[in-house]
């Protein structure tokens, strides 16, 4: 998207070229609270996220009592791979009542860390819940178990019937941890669907691969997954981009 910031104006040390829109324009004037909130939502959209970050903690430093606003203070500073800040606002966070809210985006700050055992921890707590979220949730928890070698205990859970809405991605490829479809019927369902369904499916495909010892297979899915730019921030691309910038070897090689 030519509106939205690039990963390297976030994560890099490239500038940042998008513009305000009239509203955030107007809203810069103003420190009151609910602008300075509503400012960083609107900077969140367009993938702003350390200006983001500014402006939720301006907010915070006006009312620091909004348990919603630590949750997407956490959000942007967990984008952005502010680690210790991002756990500092999901604590803040849980301490104001959303004790539940942060289990999911917790399990991903483990994850993104490679503190797999502890994200499925996480994300195993995520349950009971709502279909949409439960599919996600065994997503990861199976990516999770995946990379700690442990046995997937939520597996057993997964029912066909889930009505998991536009999370269609996320339910093929617990199905491929399931042994309900085949890598193949994931590479064509990445070739046909949107971008962001298209690095869920690679991600998923990629971490299953790594475990049956393919690693060249492995490393093509994540370089055709890191093609999608555009949804750079989607939890997937970021798993992905950190496994290439930290825990793996670049994409590309042997």
């Known amino acids: 998207m030519n509106d939205c910031a690039s990963l390297e104006s976030q994560l890099g040390a490239l500038p940042c070229t998008v513009q305000d829109t009239e509203e955030m324009f107007w ?11 509503k400012l960083g939502d ?3 959209r367009q993938y702003r996220f350390a ?7 301006e907010a915070e430093r006006i009312r620091p009592d909004d348990d919603a606003l630590y949750l997407c203070l956490g959000g942007a500073l967990l984008t952005l791979g502010r680690f210790g800040e991002a756990r500092d606002a999901y604590e803040h966070a849980a301490a104001l009542g959303q004790e539940s809210a942060v289990r999911y985006p917790m399990g991903v700050w483990h994850y ?14 995520c349950l009971p819940c709502g279909d949409e979220l439960a599919i996600a949730v065994l997503y990861w928890h199976g990516l999770s178990c995946l990379r700690a070698g442990e046995t997937d205990l939520l597996l057993s859970s997964y029912d066909s019937r889930m009505q998991v809405g536009h999370h269609g991605a996320y339910q093929a ?23 962001l369904d298209a690095v869920i ?35 997937s691309y970021l798993a992905a981009w950190w496994d290439r910038k930290v825990r793996m070897f670049p994409c590309g090689t042997d």
């Open 201 to 235: 499916l690679l991600y998923g495909l990629a971490i299953w691969l790594e475990r049956q010892g393919e690693r060249r297979q492995s490393m093509a899915c994540l370089d055709e997954l890191l093609e999608q730019r555009t949804v750079w921030p989607c939890i």
């Open 27 to 37: 809203l810069r004037q103003s420190d009151d609270y609910a602008s300075r909130k």
């Open 42 to 44: 609107l900077l969140a």
């Open 112 to 125: 993104l860390q490679g503190e797999y055992a502890a994200a499925a921890s996480c994300f195993s707590g």
């Open 173 to 195: 490829v617990v199905e491929l941890l399931c042994g309900q479809r085949t890598p193949e019927m994931l590479w064509q369902q990445a070739r046909q669907g949107s971008a």
């Open 51 to 57: 200006e983001a970050a500014e402006a939720y903690s």
